[in-house]
């Protein structure tokens, strides 16, 4: 083609905007969606990035994607983007849609995620009419899992759950979702489309604009359910697939408009929610006097040093792994700082194995994981062997044993490996062992103000028994660093 | 290609390494003017493939197609009727 006969043309239909160029996927895939040859998925991800760009609000969209086929988002949409749990995106909207009340969100989701382990929150998201835009993809089955019957597999249709065909006997109706959702009150706007031919098509591309366009005005709920070829799951051609939607799906589930009440809320808006009261409100609204606030400790804390801690603690359940992570997060909120605790343990309430991520910054922390450490406290050898690789270099384990096992031995990690247990015996109670070793994390890091310690154990320990042994513990911590430190 | 022949409303670009082949678009589009390939692309895939001429420019194919870059639509310019010739030899094009 020569540059003569191309600049007679102008580019009509392309990519949108909205989505990448290019996918942040493994090298050779880059430019390929994950989607089967023919997946409806794909052309509703157009319809949605092309809605997106022509209401001019890309810098303000966030996506969010639950699990199924279109877990993905945040591959293709250059949006923000969150991705969540099973069948959650309509309450992880609502709570992005109400703490960004500028953001435009979209809850995009399977008929398996929405109609199945979902449907409790689709229900109250719209029940309460939040101003989001859901998109519902109803392939009638959960693909990416294989084909399993979902809420809106059709009766007689063949699933792994269902080889006979669906019995409504056993496997009751089809879920008609839309129907369902347009006996409430609250909803703006529901309407069911298809991609079951060119017709179809062009009216799923408007119904999602509007639906769109529906949250920019400010009118509510509106929820798009999307009939959609799934050609692998159903073992069709996508052409064949395409004309089941149109042929066969569209029997069970009629398209059309099923609830618009745009323009009553034009006329008049809907209920306004109360603003969420501001910080300085609380302490008010929870009968807390503001002299009985705690003050702080921020003013000790020596301005210039920057602080970025970042510790693992890991021991069996019931070591008070938990609570020497809160008391070093407490102390640090006591001074001011930005702080993040993240438990993780198992299903067993004791024993077992436990170990929680502690942050302190003067930034605003981007993620409660600690994934490299600058401090792990290791409360038994298991532990330290789970994590002491991850320790940052230049970093310390602390670690309750006579004797350090040599094969964890680190050139570039500093350690600090005592019997804290029976240090901690031989002060009155082996349960002091977390607050020994917490006072060795404190002597080693340096930037918390005793005070902000003390308030920390006074919020966290009620029984005055304990506070006293705790202090001495915490302190008898700061000595054995301070000695080991001076024999090194 | 005489400069009689009036030039296509429309033309097609496809990116072969993006389509699936999934024959959507060869179903959708009413002038019929895209087949399938016989070649396979790097994935294996034989590859919507337009014919040359006859695109309207309508644009349904487009929307049909999955995949977000696979078919790019173009339209010819409206530049006042009879005023273009096929070869495309007129000025300010480029605006
Ligand atoms: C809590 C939880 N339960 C189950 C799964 C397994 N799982 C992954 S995808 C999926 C089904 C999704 O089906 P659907 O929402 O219809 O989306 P599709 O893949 O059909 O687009 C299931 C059950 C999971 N990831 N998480």
Request: net charge negative.
């Amino acid at each position: 083609m020569s540059n003569q006969s191309v600049a007679e043309y102008e580019v009509a239909r392309s990519k949108a905007k909205s989505l990448y160029p290019r996918y942040e996927r493994k090298e050779e895939l880059q430019h390929q969606t994950h989607f089967c040859p023919g997946c409806g998925h794909g052309i509703v991800h157009k319809m949605v990035a092309q809605a997106i760009d022509e209401l001019g609000v890309q810098d303000r969209t966030i996506m969010v994607g639950p699990v199924g086929c279109s877990v993905f988002t945040y591959y293709y949409f250059d949006t923000g983007n969150v991705q969540s749990a099973h069948g959650r995106a309509p309450a992880v909207a609502t709570a992005i849609r109400r703490s960004r009340p500028e953001s435009i969100v979209i809850s995009y989701q399977g008929d398996g995620d929405l109609s199945a382990i979902g449907s409790a929150e689709i229900l109250h998201a719209a029940n309460r009419g939040e101003n989001i835009t859901v998109i519902f993809v109803n392939n009638a089955i959960y693909s990416m899992t294989g084909g399993q019957a979902a809420p809106t597999t059709l009766l007689g249709q063949k699933s792994t759950t269902t080889p006979n065909g669906r019995n409504a006997a056993t496997e009751g109706y089809p879920l008609h979702v839309s129907e369902l959702l347009s006996t409430l009150q609250a909803p703006a706007y529901i309407e069911r489309v298809g991609l079951g031919d060119n017709k179809q098509i062009a009216q799923a591309s408007r119904a999602i604009k509007r639906a769109l366009d529906n949250q920019v005005r400010g009118l509510g709920f509106s929820l798009i359910e999307v009939l959609s070829p799934c050609p692998t799951i159903w073992k069709m051609t996508p052409v064949d697939s395409q004309h089941w939607v149109r042929d066969v799906m569209e029997k069970t589930f009629p398209l059309g408009v099923f609830c618009d009440r745009t323009k009553e809320r034009l006329a008049a808006p809907a209920a306004q929610s109360v603003p969420a009261p501001a910080l300085d409100e609380l302490p008010g609204i929870l009968g807390v006097a503001e002299e009985d606030l705690p003050e702080g400790n921020a003013a000790a804390m020596a301005k210039e040093q920057e602080i970025d801690l970042e510790v693992r603690i890991a021991g069996f359940g019931g070591q008070g792994v938990l609570l020497l992570g809160e008391m070093l997060a407490e102390a640090g909120l006591d001074a001011g700082l930005e702080v993040s605790w993240l438990p993780s343990y198992g299903p067993e309430m004791r024993s077992g194995t436990s170990n929680c991520h502690v942050r302190l910054s003067r930034q605003t922390i981007d993620s409660p994981l600690v994934t490299a450490p600058t401090v792990l406290v290791a409360m038994n050898e298991p532990s330290l062997r789970k994590f002491d690789r991850s320790v940052r270099s230049g970093g310390w384990i602390i670690y309750d044993g006579d004797e350090f096992p040599a094969d964890c031995a680190r050139e570039d990690v500093h350690v600090l490996a005592l019997p804290f247990t029976r240090i901690a015996d031989a002060m009155g109670d082996k349960r002091a062992a977390n607050m020994v070793m917490l006072g060795a994390v404190l002597e080693r890091s340096g930037v918390l103000p005793q005070a902000s310690i003390d308030a920390a154990l006074r919020r966290l320990i009620k029984n005055p028994r304990w506070v006293e042994l705790d202090e001495r513990a915490l302190a008898r911590g700061r000595e054995l660093f301070k000695e080991a430190l001076a024999e090194a | 290609m005489t400069d009689e022949k009036k030039p296509d409303r429309g033309q097609l670009r496809i990116d072969e390494q993006e389509c699936k082949g999934c024959g959507l678009c060869i179903e959708a589009c009413p002038p019929k003017v895209i087949s399938l390939s016989e070649r396979l692309n790097h994935y294996g895939y034989r590859t919507a493939l337009y014919q040359g001429s006859g695109c309207t420019g309508c644009g349904i194919c487009f929307m049909a197609c999955p995949e977000p870059g696979a078919i790019t639509v173009l339209r010819l310019m409206n530049r006042g009727a009879g005023s273009v010739s096929a070869t495309g030899a007129v000025g300010g094009a480029a605006a």
